[in-house]
């Protein structure tokens, strides 16, 4: 269930990305852990860290990636030419490759029930950190997890 934010062009939920497909309402788990995810040894690491240390039965995850917004073209005052849906789709499908092959193993190991949200919007810390905490609060969640990527961003917030 992933709803597009205030700040984001659009936001997709992909459920058949991974195995262990959260299928029960919302109400149903305990416990809603986000991990923020990319394409990094570091995410993959924090998703180990949290199916081990973090996951309890009854729990949920929400795996979160941002995927670049695409630039628009302004080649003058007054004209807009909007982001090529072609290059956004291919974005998608690499998002899509890109966890089934690094994340879906490890909660699908684990057996753990899981949505991910893709999302696309501004590839900068600051908007990166925003969506992360606006997904949390969204799902009143229990954890947020991160890659060490630098904190100031998420401080700030």
Known sequence: MAVPLAHSR????????ISVVASEPYEYYRRHIIVGIDNSLTSTAALEWAAKQLY????????VHVIPEPPTLRPWPGVYVPP???AEREEFR???AMVRAAFAPI?????????VHLIVAADSPDSIAGLLLEKAEELDAAALVVASH???ALQAH
Do not use: C, E, W
């Open 150 to 152: 630098g904190k100031q």
């Open 107 to 115: 909660v699908n190991l684990h057996q753990i029930p899981t949505d």
């Open 10 to 17: 659009s936001a997709i939920s992909v459920a058949s990305i």
């Open 56 to 63: 309890r039965t009854g729990d949920k995850f929400h795996l």
């Open 94 to 96: 690499d998002a899509t």
């Open 84 to 86: 090529d849906d072609a």
